[in-house]
């Protein structure tokens, strides 16, 4: 029997502000001008999704510790400086937002300070003030469930009656792990087929989340 949802998880990158798009573009250029050509689509495989430790992993891999500091510097400010140029939310969310009645809360691979950044500049933070977790408070990161099982628990919700909202494979695989349902929104850079799976529903409008919601 599937419990009623009692909590809706948000991913904040690509489900709450349009950041993924200033993200991939920021890892492509620093990936040509540091020596490690990027297509986008080899960063949203990549990268999109998952945390600053797991990214940094991949990029110490491949051009070593020293490059991947100067990499994650690099990208903190030009992402903080395309931000403030003129990061929005996601097209559709903030109406999304207003007509969901259920309790909700934010769970990223993002750190604090970079949420209370983006959310910040979006007038998004005082809608979720007190709710939001970070893959920095955990051991794994996303596809790994600790994070949306950190949530629940800081929030005293069964798992079974969590849905969490992503756009990210990593973001959809660590919901499905951590047995709660996923809705994958497809509006941003990852395609629905990278999206799909069990205990997954893919749409591509914000604005029919709630109705989604209503129907689980």
């Known amino acids: 029997m599937i419990k009623p949802i009692e909590l809706v998880i948000f991913d904040c990158d690509g489900v709450l502000v349009d950041s993924e798009r200033i993200a991939a573009r920021v890892q492509v250029a620093l990936g040509a001008e540091l ?5 986008e689509e080899e960063v949203i495989n990549r990268f999109i999704g998952r945390s600053s430790a797991s990214i940094g992993e991949q990029i110490t891999a491949r051009l070593g510790a020293e490059t991947a500091v100067v990499w994650r510097e690099r990208f903190e400010e030009l992402h903080r400086e395309a931000v403030d140029a003129g990061l929005l939310p996601v097209d559709g969310l903030p109406e999304a937002l207003d007509a969901i009645t259920l309790p909700t809360c934010v769970a990223s691979s993002g750190s604090h300070d970079k949420m209370r950044h983006t959310l910040g500049r979006t007038g998004l933070y005082e809608r ?3 709710r939001i977790h970070s893959a920095t408070e955990v051991a794994r990161g996303k596809p790994a469930p600790d994070l949306f099982l950190h949530a629940a628990r800081q929030t005293g919700v069964d798992p079974a009656a969590c849905v969490v909202v992503e756009d990210s494979r990593p973001g959809v695989e660590a919901a499905r792990a951590a047995g709660m349902r996923a809705f994958g929104y497809a509006g941003g850079l ?3 087929e990278r ?3 069990p205990d ?14 209503a129907e689980q």
Do not use: I, Q, S
Request: charged fraction near 20%.
């Open 195 to 197: 999206l799909e799976g």
């Open 200 to 213: 997954t529903v893919v749409f591509h409008d914000m604005r029919k989340l709630p109705y989604l919601l």
């Open 35 to 39: 020596g490690w050509p990027l297509t």
């Open 190 to 192: 990852t395609p629905a």
């Open 128 to 130: 979720f003030e007190g």
